[in-house]
């Protein structure tokens, strides 16, 4: 029996849900990169066009655990949603949260007639890489992702 439970998040998880993906980014020893802060989580996922959705962990009322997804469009598969984060805090590893929260991303992807769920994992992190290999999920070790921060893109567009 789990000792936790799997729901929506809501407005009142966005302190809980901001020290997870803080705890991801040291985790990732990008300690300093987390730029949002509680007001950016409460506007963007709560107005009345929220840019993401969220999943979370919850055990004896505290939340242990996040999946934060968003909708995007695929040109060649048409609708898909990207996981941006499913953590799951340090101490409470290893009780089936993780397993629990990403089977919730993929029930609403399938309920909903997405085509595909797509999400980025760190080279290094093989004990989450096993995880998705073994539920199904193809590991595309030959692409790579790109992105432009926002100092790199301000840069761009003065310069052009």
């Given at each position: 029996?789990?000792?936790?439970?799997?729901?929506?998040?809501?407005?009142?998880?966005?302190?809980?849900?901001?020290?997870?993906?803080?705890?991801?980014?040291?985790?990732?020893?990008?300690?300093?990169?987390?730029?949002?802060?509680?007001?950016?989580?409460?506007?963007?996922?709560?107005?009345?066009?929220?840019?993401?959705?969220?999943?979370v962990a919850e055990e004896n009322?505290?939340?242990?655990?996040?999946?934060?997804?968003?909708?995007?469009?695929?040109?060649?598969?048409?609708?898909?949603?990207?996981?941006?984060?499913?953590?799951?805090?340090?101490?409470?590893?290893?009780?089936?949260?993780?397993?629990?929260?990403?089977?919730?991303?993929?029930?609403?992807?399938?309920?909903?007639?997405?085509?595909?769920?797509?999400?980025?994992?760190?080279?290094?992190?093989?004990?989450?890489?096993?995880?998705?290999?073994?539920?199904?999920?193809?590991?595309?070790?030959?692409?790579?992702?790109?992105?432009?921060?926002?100092?790199?893109?301000?840069?761009?567009?003065?310069?052009?």
């Amino acid at each position: 029996m789990m000792s936790f439970i799997i729901r929506e998040g809501q407005e009142k998880d966005v302190q809980a849900v901001l020290d997870l993906i803080i705890e991801l980014a040291v985790f990732e020893k990008e300690p300093d990169a987390v730029e949002i802060t509680v007001d950016d989580l409460l506007r963007d996922g709560f107005s009345q066009h929220p840019k993401f959705k969220l999943f979370v962990a919850e055990e004896n009322s505290v939340v242990i655990g996040i999946a934060l997804f968003y909708e995007r469009y695929s040109t060649w598969k048409g609708k898909t949603i990207h996981l941006e984060d499913l953590m799951v805090t340090q101490n409470k590893r290893k009780i089936g949260a993780g397993k629990a929260l990403y089977t919730a991303v993929l029930k609403y992807a399938h309920n909903h007639n997405f085509n595909r769920v797509a999400w980025e994992v760190i080279d290094w992190n093989v004990n989450a890489i096993n995880f998705y290999k073994s539920t199904g999920a193809t590991y595309l070790n030959d692409w790579s992702v790109i992105q432009m921060n926002k100092e790199n893109l301000d840069k761009f567009i003065k310069n052009n």
